[in-house]
């Protein structure tokens, strides 16, 4: 506790005693009736003020969140000796908004009786925050004295970014050899019907189509498409990142999409990796269950944007995170160089590539005059260019704006891929 | 409101240079009124200095007896300090529990009813004689350098922490 002496005090021990003097001086007693009573109330909030002892605890009811859910912090506060003044305030930080109670307030605490405050609390973005961290601030009755304390408790909350509604997921071009959900495109062992072919010894029995076979006289057997398994790495570009005025960018929308698609690929069964490529890389190794679950979004709501000028591209990814045949689901606003020129060397490379663009165009304002609105004209012309490239690699890009949904942007990677053809880059 | 009665009095009471004490006046009140404005807590006391020492002149030009009413313009000057202070204080947006402010206004009540008693008591405590000389001169000069010195500690170690 930090006890310093508020300017009341030095102000009004200065005016007795400057007015005791004067009446000493003048030899005026009303000067002295003036000043008495400030030197009065400056003694006896000397003599009246004893430390208040508080300790303060913090308690919020969850650890774990989704973005836009509130939880309940409470506040429990004890102080041995009564204090008529107590101003308690919980720092917030960026990303969490008071919703209900009093936030700093100034109440009254009675000795020796806990008080608890209840603040209810939304979780506005997603991320990792600490709470806990709240500064208390007593006066004695007579406002002479002021006793601050800080106390810096760990109250972790994890607040996950909330789901975007997704139902049907972008199909890889080849699947791995594990079973799955995904119906292969090669034939094999499976359910789903994929043609007839005539029989072969070796060929089981109850493969023959008997109705085919009867109708054409030789024995004709059905072929299936086999059930396998995904490889699905979400690529999440965190070089830079456009931000508009209400406090949302293109990276909390990016690590949203990254969360959905991960999510909905593992309760497919499907393999799911991580890498985001900006500043700092970090990846996480392809692999399945809830538990992959709960690494990948831990990884993601710790990812923020790190400045850095150094050239980085494929080469840096260590090459376990990309397994063969994996499809990479690209997130990214396509701001950087060194992302689009990453992604270009992974097609090249003979990944199954899909860029779904976290489009900064709304967080941008064309400017005021005409050399900005033309300059504004360029960069999206350029940008429009640069999806053209892609496209002309057999990669789909497909713009997703805030507001708009997800499921519709999947969708159209799914109806390009129907109709592009699969292409070689040199 | 309490500021300008307290302008007031020493310029009814004045007789002569009532310009000079209407300077005077004004300047604690421009004093005042910048401190509760800008949220300087300095200027508050320098404000009732001024004002008190316009009391002090008024009580000489002309030289008069005994004033009755110093105990009124005490709690007058009581109140002032601690409706400032008070106001200073609630310039940090805080929301205080309903009570705390009927709490703080009986409090400053009562500061200001006890500088009225208190005040009336010292004065009624001159009408006693106790007889003066040397060295009730040299009481009341420590008791103002003890005064000072308690103003110099305090202020020590405010700057301190």
Redesign the interface.
């Known amino acids: 506790v ?21 009446a ?1 001086v ?1 030899g ?7 000043a ?6 400056a003694g006896l909030g000397v003599m009246l003020a004893p430390e208040p002892r508080i300790t303060v605890s913090v308690a919020l009811d969850r650890e774990r969140a989704l973005a836009g859910d509130e939880v309940t912090a409470e506040l429990e506060l004890r102080s041995r000796r009564r204090v ?2 107590l ?1 308690v305030v919980l720092v917030l930080p960026p990303g969490i908004e008071l919703v209900e109670g ?7 605490l009675n000795g020796r009786e806990p008080r608890t405050l209840q603040l209810r609390l939304r979780c506005e973005r997603w991320g990792g925050y600490v709470l806990g961290d709240v500064a208390v601030r007593a006066r004695d ?3 002479l004295f002021t006793y601050e304390r800080r106390r810096r408790e760990r109250s972790r909350l994890r607040v996950y970014p909330r789901p975007e509604e997704l139902r049907e997921l972008l199909p890889p071009l080849e699947t791995q050899v594990f079973s799955g959900n995904q119906v292969s495109r090669a034939k094999g062992e499976g359910i789903e019907f994929a043609d007839l072919r005539p029989f072969v010894p070796g060929d089981r029995v109850r493969r023959i189509n008997w109705r085919a076979s009867a109708r054409r006289r030789a024995l004709w057997v059905n072929e299936s498409h086999p059930e396998r398994n995904t490889d699905v790495i979400v690529f999440l570009d965190t070089f830079v990142e456009a931000r508009g005025g209400t406090g949302t960018g293109t990276l909390d929308m990016a690590v949203r999409a990254a969360a959905t698609l991960a999510g909905r690929y593992l309760e497919r069964k499907d393999r799911v990796g991580l890498v985001s490529f900006g500043g700092v890389l970090a990846w996480l190794l392809p692999a399945t269950g809830p538990v992959q679950l709960y690494r990948v979004v831990e990884s993601l709501i710790d990812t923020e944007i790190t400045l850095s000028y150094a050239w980085k591209d494929v080469d840096v990814i260590p090459r376990r995170t990309l397994p063969p045949k994996a499809l990479i689901l690209a997130v990214t606003p396509l701001l950087d160089e060194r992302a689009v020129a990453t992604l270009l060397d992974l097609r090249a490379r003979g990944f199954d590539l899909a860029v779904i663009e976290v489009s900064p165009v709304p967080f941008v304002e064309a400017g005021k005059d005409e050399l900005d609105r033309l300059a504004h004209r360029l960069w999206l012309m350029k940008r429009r260019a640069l999806r053209a490239q892609y496209e002309r690699v057999g990669v789909p890009v497909v713009e997703w704006q805030a507001g708009t949904p997800l499921a519709a942007r999947v969708e159209e990677v799914t109806a390009f891929r129907r109709h592009a053809r699969h292409a070689r880059v040199s | 409101m309490v500021a300008a009665a307290l302008a007031v009095v020493p310029v009814a009471r004045a007789e002569r240079l009532i310009g000079l004490f209407v300077a005077l006046v004004g300047v604690g009140l421009a004093g005042f009124v910048y401190g509760l404005l800008r949220g300087r807590s300095w200027a508050v006391p320098w404000a009732v200095v001024v004002l008190g020492a316009a009391y002090a002149a008024s009580l000489f030009l002309p030289e008069r007896g005994l004033d009755r009413q110093a105990p009124l313009v005490a709690a007058g000057f009581v109140l002032l300090a601690e409706l400032s202070y008070w106001t200073l204080e609630l310039r940090v947006p805080i929301s205080p529990e309903p009570g705390m402010l009927e709490r703080r206004s009986m409090l400053i009540a009562a500061a200001t009813l006890g500088a009225l008693l208190l005040a009336s008591f010292a004065l009624a405590a001159t009408a006693v004689p106790l007889g003066g000389g040397a060295l009730a001169d040299l009481l009341g000069v420590i008791a103002a350098i003890g005064a000072l010195g308690v103003v110099a500690w305090l202020a020590q170690r405010e700057r301190a922490a």
């Not at chain 1, 005016?15 to 003097?21: E, I, M, R, T, V």
């Not at chain 1, 008495?36 to 109330?41: D, G, Q, R, V």
């Open positions: 930090t006890r310093y002496a508020a300017p009341k005090l030095g102000a009004y021990v200065g005016l007795g005693a400057f007015g005791l003097l004067a000493l003048l005026r007693p009303e000067l002295a009736a003036i008495a009573p400030f030197a009065l109330i008529e003044h101003e009093r936030n700093p307030v100034l109440l009254r009755p007579l406002a």
